[in-house]
């Protein structure tokens, strides 16, 4: 039964039109690329790499360049960066994840109780996201970390909440759209109850645009949760982050006479919110050809 | 029109009162004493006791908020723990400075991003478009503090033809009167231009760091918009009665696909004004946006509340501004 049933569904989604839109999108495909590299480099940083970011040192190679034995150079601690570099990633990374899937939860949710209830509900929500669409978005996750305190949950808490209003604004907008459709008036009709609407319905039908700004959000809270590190605001040492360490090596003054200090770090931030971007901007190709330019 | 602003205006109270409240309960939701956790742990209780009566922190919450709404509307956003000095005072010290960045980054976006925007649109999937559409993206993914230090290390470390920090050389000092603190405009108006020179040149590596995301958003949003004018009817009529195709782009097209691009400059604009706290950390920029940053490191609350209060307020100014410029460029707003 499952021989039949596979390959039909692979042969469905390979005839499906959005997905032979992304294989066509030479930047989707260099974005899902770099991303699944990240992904695996991170995931397998303690596999592939025997070094222990916290406890290994090598005072002798204290900010020496890159070389065989250290291929991205040392830090001031006499730290391998490429470990650092490599394990920062990882940091960087989950960071990235859960203060997008934060933001995602609750914004979602808001936008479609907002969307789909109206009234007060909607007022409220309204009112919450301009107030927080008020404040730059690195001075809301400054304020947030300041009452929390730096750390790793700290900052993804205060990413998560940066994204909120993004996820509610988009979220309302296509429940808006959504809940005055045919569909969803015939289930309503036949008296579906508002959760089974919503999360059967209209959530299931809001789903890919959704995912494009997710995507996207990944990039976003990247670059976000580094420039807090970057602000002694982030990851506390040991732990290894990308944005901490060019905040020690700006901090430490070395940043300009060991430039490898802050080269890697900070290519590998680029690369990260780089290969986000790329690909949720192939998935937004892909699903809304029209409104790609 | 008028009424279009006035309901602007009055859709502003509910925002403005948000703003104050939360930035109100920022102080209080830092766990524990505020008091205690501005003077520091080997603080007398008398001390702390002084600064609660001083902070008003023994009234009842709603009772303080109040007292903060009213002080905010008279303008007084109490004084920094650390210096002493009125915060109004500090930010009217630190604001030409940010204000000078801003504009500076602003135009640089606006001088390259625009034309860059328009060519990749005329261009559209040639070599040009692809390089600058990548350009863009590349800048938007960039970290900026990041790209500041790589841009100190080249031009001012190695090559050495660019100060990498402050607002003005100490060689040069203030051979002019700072009467309006935009020292840029102070030194031309007094004719100092040596000064004027020294200034610019401290200016130009902060500045360009800075405009890297709006230039690279810019670049994107009149590309999308250039194009989607492009594909418009009344452009083909243009081309059809013989209109020279440079003037097709940059007189009707152009003109009609500002709109949107308006709008992402007042945005990106009051983003900057917000003080650029990381750009401003890197070079040593005396403006808001390092000043807020000192006063999470040193603690000083009242100067991160003043700081954050400030910005959000600029940020909503020139988001109003935004739509009501908007109502200017396209009339049919007023009748929505």
């Given at each position: 039964?499952?021989?039949?049933?596979?390959?039909?569904?692979l042969?469905?989604?390979k005839?499906?039109?959005?997905?032979?839109?992304?294989a066509?999108?030479t930047?989707?495909l260099?974005g899902?690329?770099?991303?699944i590299?990240?992904?695996?480099?991170?995931l397998?940083?303690?596999?592939l790499?025997?070094?222990d970011?916290?406890?290994d040192r090598?005072y002798a190679?204290r900010?020496?360049g890159?070389s065989?034995e250290?291929w991205?150079?040392?830090d001031g601690?006499?730290?391998?960066?490429?470990?650092?570099?490599w394990?920062g990633?990882?940091t960087s990374l989950?960071?990235g994840l859960v203060?997008v899937?934060?933001?995602l939860?609750i914004?979602?949710?808001l936008g479609?109780?907002?969307?789909?209830f109206?009234?007060?509900i909607?007022?409220?929500?309204?009112?919450?996201?301009?107030?927080?669409?008020?404040?730059?978005s690195?001075?809301?996750?400054?304020a947030?970390?300041?009452?929390t305190?730096?750390?790793?949950?700290s900052?993804?808490?205060?990413?998560g909440i940066?994204?909120?209003?993004?996820f509610?604004r988009?979220t309302?907008?296509?429940?808006?759209?959504?809940?005055?459709q045919?569909?969803?008036q015939?289930?309503?009709?036949?008296?579906?109850?508002p959760?089974r609407i919503?999360?059967?319905?209209?959530?299931?039908?809001s789903?890919a645009?959704i995912?494009?700004?997710s995507?996207?959000?990944i990039?976003?809270?990247?670059?976000?949760a580094?420039?807090?590190?970057f602000?002694g605001?982030?990851?506390?040492?040991?732990?290894?982050?990308?944005?901490?360490?060019?905040?020690d090596?700006f901090k430490g003054g070395?940043s300009?006479s060991?430039?490898?200090t802050i080269l890697?770090?900070?290519l590998?931030?680029t690369?990260?919110v780089?290969?986000?971007n790329?690909?949720g901007?192939?998935?937004?190709?892909?699903?809304?050809?029209?409104g790609?330019r | 029109m008028?009424?279009?602003?006035?309901?602007?205006?009055l859709?502003?109270i509910?925002?403005?009162?948000?703003?104050?409240?939360?930035?109100?309960?920022f102080?209080h939701l830092?766990?524990?004493d505020p008091a205690?956790?501005?003077?520091?742990?080997r603080?007398?209780?008398?001390?702390?006791e002084v600064?609660?009566?001083?902070?008003?922190?023994?009234?009842?919450l709603p009772?303080q908020?109040?007292?903060?709404?009213?002080?905010l509307l008279?303008f007084?956003?109490g004084?920094?723990?650390?210096?002493?000095?009125p915060?109004?005072?500090e930010?009217?010290?630190r604001?030409p400075a940010?204000?000078?960045?801003s504009?500076?980054?602003m135009?640089?976006?606006?001088?390259?991003?625009?034309?860059?925007g328009v060519i990749a649109?005329?261009?559209?999937?040639s070599?040009?478009d692809n390089?600058?559409m990548?350009?863009?993206?590349l800048g938007?993914?960039?970290?900026?503090?990041w790209?500041?230090?790589?841009l100190v290390y080249l031009f001012?470390?190695?090559l050495?033809?660019?100060p990498?920090s402050?607002r003005?050389?100490v060689d040069?000092?203030?051979?002019?009167?700072?009467?309006?603190?935009?020292f840029i405009?102070?030194?031309l108006?007094?004719?100092?231009?040596v000064?004027?020179?020294?200034i610019?040149?401290?200016l130009v590596?902060p500045?360009?760091?800075?405009?890297?995301i709006?230039?690279?958003?810019?670049?994107?949003?009149?590309r999308s918009?250039?194009l989607e004018?492009?594909?418009?009817?009344y452009i083909?009529?243009?081309?059809?009665?013989?209109v020279v195709?440079?003037?097709v782009?940059a007189?009707?097209?152009?003109?009609?696909a500002?709109?949107?691009?308006?709008?992402?400059?007042?945005?990106?604009?009051?983003?900057?004004?917000g003080g650029?706290i990381?750009?401003?950390t890197?070079?040593?920029?005396?403006?808001?946006g390092k000043?807020?940053?000192e006063?999470?490191l040193?603690?000083d609350y009242?100067?991160v509340q003043?700081g954050?209060?400030?910005?959000?307020?600029v940020?909503?100014?020139?988001n109003l501004l935004v739509?009501?410029s908007y109502?200017f460029?396209?009339?049919?707003i007023?009748?929505?």
């Open positions: 039964m499952t021989t039949t049933i596979a390959p039909s569904r042969t469905r989604f005839n499906n039109r959005a997905v032979q839109r992304f066509e999108s930047s989707g260099i899902l690329g770099l991303t590299f990240i992904g695996l480099a991170a397998l940083a303690p596999v790499n025997p070094y970011p916290t406890t090598d190679a900010l020496q890159p065989w250290h991205f150079g040392a601690l006499g730290r391998d960066i490429l470990t650092l570099v394990y990633l990882r989950v960071i203060s899937l934060l933001g939860i914004g979602v949710s479609l109780a907002a969307g789909y109206r009234g007060w909607e007022g409220v929500v309204g009112w919450l996201t301009d107030v927080m669409l008020a404040f730059p690195i001075l809301l996750a400054i947030v970390v300041t009452i305190g730096p750390s790793v949950v900052v993804m808490m205060a990413v940066v994204q909120i209003p993004k509610i988009l309302r907008s296509m429940v808006l759209s959504l809940r005055e045919e569909f969803v015939t289930v309503r009709a036949f008296g579906a109850q959760p919503i999360f059967l319905h209209i959530l299931p039908a789903l645009p995912v494009v700004q995507t996207l959000a990039g976003t809270a990247t670059l976000e580094a420039g807090l590190g602000l605001l982030g990851a506390q040492p040991p732990t290894p982050e990308l944005g901490t360490m060019l905040s090596a070395y300009l060991a430039p490898w890697f770090p900070g590998f931030i690369l990260t780089l290969a986000f790329l690909l901007d192939g998935l937004r190709d892909a699903i809304d050809p029209k790609s | 008028g009424r279009y602003i006035f309901a602007r205006l859709r502003l509910p925002v403005l009162l948000g703003i104050s409240l939360l930035v109100f309960l102080l830092i766990p524990g205690v956790t501005m003077l520091g742990d603080a007398t209780p008398e001390q702390v600064l609660r009566e001083r902070m008003g922190l023994n009234e009842p009772l908020y109040l007292s903060f709404l009213g002080s008279s007084n956003l004084t920094s723990i650390f210096t002493g000095v915060i109004w005072d930010i009217l010290l604001w940010t204000f000078e960045l504009v500076i980054a135009l640089i976006a606006l001088v390259v991003g625009i034309p860059a649109a005329v261009r559209k999937n070599l040009i390089v600058m990548s350009g863009s993206l938007v993914s960039m970290p900026v503090y790209l500041g230090l790589l001012a470390v190695n050495q033809w660019l990498a402050g003005l050389g040069v000092g203030f051979t002019f009167a700072p009467i309006t603190g935009f405009f102070d030194a108006i007094q004719g100092d231009f000064a004027f020179g020294n610019l040149s401290h590596l500045a360009v760091t800075l405009s890297t709006p230039l690279a958003i810019l670049a994107r949003i009149t918009a250039m004018v492009l594909s418009q009817d083909r009529t243009a081309r059809a009665k013989g195709e440079f003037w782009v007189k009707h097209a152009l003109k009609n500002m709109l949107p691009v308006v709008t992402i400059v007042g945005l990106e604009f009051g983003t900057l004004l650029a990381l750009t401003e890197i070079f040593s920029w005396p403006g808001i000043w807020i940053y006063g999470i040193l603690r009242p100067v003043g954050i209060v400030f910005v959000a307020f940020f909503v100014l020139v739509d009501i109502a460029l396209d009339p049919r007023q009748y929505k």
